[in-house]
């Protein structure tokens, strides 16, 4: 599943190749990529996934559509935007997907997230607002929040951007720090190509000049100390690309992660070529996940002290322990060595567990 390009971490490799991953420019560690991949195996297995962004338009009459379109490009999880569906479910849309949304008014905004049947372990869904929803789900022990947003237009009042960005802050203010979230959004904002004083949050391959609203969604990665993924991938434009309508081409959906897991993304680009959506096109990374194996803890072995109840081994523990003894009937002063000699006897004559659980 690893190629010599990809899940390489992000804090020794800064620039990106032709091939759209980041190149090497760091520290590379003795023996080259089979022992890194040996190394990451002992850490624990990995889980992929392929997860995306797209804003639908409207979900009527697009259910299997879009299933379709998932299940061809191998999409697990796909965040949805502007919805127009009224109401807060979850409903099958065909071909093993489930889509979980909400919605106040059946004729604008809504969102949604979409999941591969096989990812059913949902232990919670947040519906914030027809603007707001996360998931959480527990892939393989490990934790993952998939959150998808619709930011309000550019003409929108300055109060409606304000509220969108503080309840997209709660949800993120409530993530536990250690697990992994993934924001999929229609930010209805440019980041701009370069970040010049933004590197920390970005890369250099975002479209064009920056809007005000892409300075919020720069921000907002710098509060939450994320990265805009779309960014980080050298790409042609036709694939950076995420809006075309009439002369317009303009990139206002992207896909955000926290930066200590960018290490995790080895791909992230837009999906061409599909026709269920005329304007928007869906953007799709290539994710990792890397579990750690938990450590099977040692039970030790315990002597069965139990059976001194019974007459039979009773006795039969003291003529050993005598004999042991040299068969002196005062203990020596020696108490370590006297306690050694007893547990020893313990064990020849009473046995010991097995160390599974259960009881002895």
Same mark, same amino acid.
């Given at each position: 599943m690893?190629?010599s390009?990809? $899940? $390489?971490?992000?804090?020794d490799y800064t620039?990106v190749?032709?091939?759209?991953n980041?190149?090497t ?13 040996q ?5 624990? #297995? &990995? ?11 409207? !979900? ?9 379109m !998932?299940?061809?490009? #191998?999409?697990d999880i796909?965040?949805v935007?502007e919805t127009?569906w ?6 099958s @849309?065909?071909a093993g997907?489930?889509?979980?949304y909400?919605? /106040?008014d &059946?004729?604008?905004?809504g *969102?949604g997230?979409?999941?591969k049947?096989?990812?059913?372990n /949902?232990?919670e ?6 603007r707001?929803m ?12 998939v *959150? ?12 409606e951007?304000?509220?969108f960005?503080?309840?997209? +802050?709660?949800?993120?203010?409530? $993530? ?6 993934? @924001?999929g ?12 004083? +933004? ?6 391959f975002? /479209?064009?000049?920056?809007n005000?609203?892409?300075q919020?969604?720069? +921000?907002?990665?710098?509060? !939450?100390d !994320?990265g ?12 950076r ?13 992207? $896909? ?8 995790e @993304? ?9 026709s269920?959506?005329?304007?928007h096109r ?7 996940l890397?579990?750690c194996?938990?450590?099977? &803890?040692?039970i ?10 019974k ?5 039969e ?5 005598r ?7 005062v ?5 370590? &060595?006297?306690a050694? /000699? @007893? ?14 659980r259960? +009881?002895?």
């Open positions: 690893y190629s390009n990809h $899940i $390489i971490k992000f804090a620039t190749g032709a091939s759209g980041w190149a420019v760091g520290r590379r560690s003795r023996g080259g990529w089979r022992v890194h991949r190394r990451e195996k002992r850490k624990g #297995k &990995s889980e992929g996934l392929r997860i995306g962004t797209l804003n639908v338009g409207t !979900m009527t009459g697009k259910g299997r559509e879009l299933a379709d !998932m299940e061809k490009r #191998k999409v796909l965040c935007q127009r009224k109401g807060s479910k979850a409903r @849309i065909g997907f489930k889509l979980f909400y919605g /106040v &059946s004729k604008r905004n *969102v997230v979409v999941l049947e096989e990812l059913r /949902v232990l869904v947040k519906r914030v607002s027809a707001v996360s998931l959480k789900l527990e892939i393989e022990g490990v934790m993952l929040h *959150v998808s947003g619709y930011a309000p237009q550019v003409g929108c009042e300055l109060e951007k304000e509220r960005w503080s309840e997209l +802050d709660e949800v993120m203010e409530s $993530i536990p720090t250690g697990e992994r979230v993934v @924001i959004e229609d930010f209805n904002g440019h980041v701009g190509e370069g970040n010049t004083g +933004d590197e920390e949050v970005m890369g250099k975002g /479209v064009k000049e920056r005000l609203e892409g919020m969604v720069v +921000d907002f990665a710098k509060r !939450m !994320m805009v993924v779309n960014t980080y991938f050298q790409k042609r434009e036709e694939h690309v995420t809006y075309k309508s009439g002369g317009r081409r303009t990139q206002v959906d992207c $896909i955000l992660c926290r930066r200590g897991n960018l290490k @993304i080895s791909d992230c680009k837009v999906v061409v070529g599909e269920v959506i005329r304007q869906m953007v799709v990374c290539r994710m990792t890397l579990v194996k938990t450590k099977r &803890s040692k030790e072995k315990k002597t069965k002290w139990c059976k001194l109840k007459e039979e081994c009773c006795e523990f003291r003529q050993n322990l004999q042991a003894l040299g068969g002196q009937v203990l020596p002063d020696d108490w370590e &060595s006297t050694e /000699v @007893i547990r020893e006897t313990g064990r020849k004559v009473l046995g010991v567990s097995s160390g599974r259960k +009881d002895d």
